[in-house]
T-cell receptor, first 114, second 116 residues
């Protein structure tokens, strides 16, 4: 069984730029959630995708957007990067439709905005 | 809205000893799950244990067990026979089973250091 993978591992961007982060879900999981984890904090929910549709969103502005593909992999896009966007971005997959609510996390992408 | 509170920013325990990490939560939901996740310095978040709110029996996974007090909205994690590999950030998390998105709400974490 393949776990959740994310790419890239690290990324450095300049304020105002755009970034795309990628996530492959665990085998058999059809739901992907994205979280932002600032240094020293717990992860904060950004949004969730199920069947290629956004299924719920946290308190993040519209410049945070995403996609889910037919193979359940997902992308997180952030436009007009701000310094405060520097964080660890975590992707998690799950299969809540089958009564399993555990979310399994990838290793994360460390984004630094300068 | 749900909130999760972890009041112990840091804890230390000697190898082979037992340690308990505290977590309280606030919710108006009746159907939910609670989790403890471990995040080692390598940063990958690992699920340690889960508890369904409808179950009265406390969950146990090898050296890890919980004390779930639903009325008090308390969910503590006990680690027995602590090992050096248990050194990590531990996050308590809540998920409601209602609504469209099954999102996790995390606490701020407890940094656990296991020493020789």
């Amino acid at each position: 069984e393949t776990g959740v993978t994310q790419s890239p591992t690290h990324l450095i961007k300049t304020r105002g730029q755009q970034v795309t982060l990628r996530c492959s879900s665990q085998s058999g999981h059809n739901t992907v959630s994205w979280y932002q984890q600032a240094l020293g904090q717990g992860p904060q929910f950004i949004f969730q995708y199920y069947r290629e549709e956004e299924n719920g969103r946290g308190n993040f502005p519209p410049r945070f957007s995403g996609l889910q593909f037919p193979n359940y992999s997902s992308e997180l896009n952030v436009n007009a990067l701000e310094l405060d966007d520097s964080a660890l971005y975590l992707c998690a997959s799950s299969r809540p439709g089958q009564g399993s609510y555990e979310q399994y996390f990838g290793p994360g992408t460390r984004l630094t905005v300068t | 809205a749900q909130t999760v509170t972890q009041s112990q920013p840091e804890m230390s325990v000697q190898e082979a000893e037992t340690v308990t990490l505290s977590c309280t939560y606030d919710t108006s939901e009746n159907n939910y799950y609670l989790f403890w996740y471990k995040q080692p310095p390598s940063r990958q978040m690992i699920l340690v244990i889960r508890q369904e709110a409808y179950k009265q029996q406390n969950a146990t996974e090898n050296r890890f067990s919980v004390n779930f007090q639903k009325a008090a909205k308390s969910f503590s994690l006990k680690i027995s026979d602590s090992q050096l590999g248990d050194t990590a950030m531990y996050f308590c998390a809540f998920i409601a089973l209602t609504g469209t998105a099954s999102k996790l709400t995390f606490g701020t974490g407890t940094r656990l250091q296991v020493t020789l």
